[in-house]
T-cell receptor
């Protein structure tokens, strides 16, 4: 079975600093990976997804993620954090039946 | 506007009182799914449907029922709710059921069972 591990349930960065949210996956087949963001009291919004076309994936709001097969990782980064980035971020892997298997989530706090 | 809608958004109920959470999408999507979100656990799939009249269990189906009589609607039914079903529920849909099809999520329904 596929699984996802997000390291760090809470991450705090200063405004303007690099954002790095970690995601490692476990899969016996080539994975399809997603990052979703959840703003307070809202549903999940797709940030980006990896579907094997390119290892560096660019998403919305300046976020990007790099697929590294050797490290089984799909970390999310943004060069410069903005206050509006404060939210909870979920990494997920898709398996048969289009079931998304989610990590536990990482809450990003941005300090002014 | 393309969207997934859920009703109600908030619900407080008592143990054993049957309830239904509705989900509707206006994107003509084949695939629909229900997830529950609990702190520290992320989201877990309850049920999914690949097409009208086709439904199947996800990872945590106990205590829930679903039906898919029309393509656009996928209600979640709790026949006898219990306190351990207190959670945040999300409905999602995607065009097809392929592993790379993006799922679009509704705004969520926060359920409290007393």
């Amino acid at each position: 079975a596929q699984s996802v591990t997000q390291l760090g349930s809470h991450v705090s960065v200063s405004e303007g600093a690099l954002v790095l949210l970690r995601c490692n996956y476990s899969s016996s087949v080539p994975p399809y990976l997603f990052w979703y963001v959840q703003y307070p009291n809202q549903g999940l919004q797709l940030l980006l997804k990896y579907t094997s076309a390119a290892t560096l994936v660019k998403g919305i709001n300046g976020f990007e993620a790099e697929f590294k097969k050797s490290e089984t990782s799909f970390h999310l980064t943004k060069p410069s954090a903005h206050m509006s980035d404060a939210a909870e971020y979920f990494c997920a892997v898709s398996q048969y039946g289009n079931k998304l298997v989610f990590g536990a989530g990482t809450i990003l706090r941005v300090k002014s | 506007e393309a969207q997934v809608t859920q009703n109600p958004r908030y619900l407080i109920t008592v143990t054993g009182k049957k309830l239904t959470v509705t989900c509707s999408q206006n994107m003509n999507h084949e695939y629909m799914s229900w997830y529950r979100q609990d702190p520290g656990l992320g989201l877990r799939q309850i049920y999914y449907s690949m097409n009208v009249e086709v439904t199947d269990k996800g990872d945590v189906p106990e205590g829930y029922k679903v039906s898919r009589k029309e393509k656009r609607n996928f209600p979640l039914i709790l026949e006898s709710p219990s306190p351990n079903q207190t959670s945040l529920y999300f409905c999602a849909s995607s065009l097809l059921a392929g592993v790379q099809d993006t799922q679009y999520f509704g705004p969520g329904t926060r359920l409290t069972v007393l």
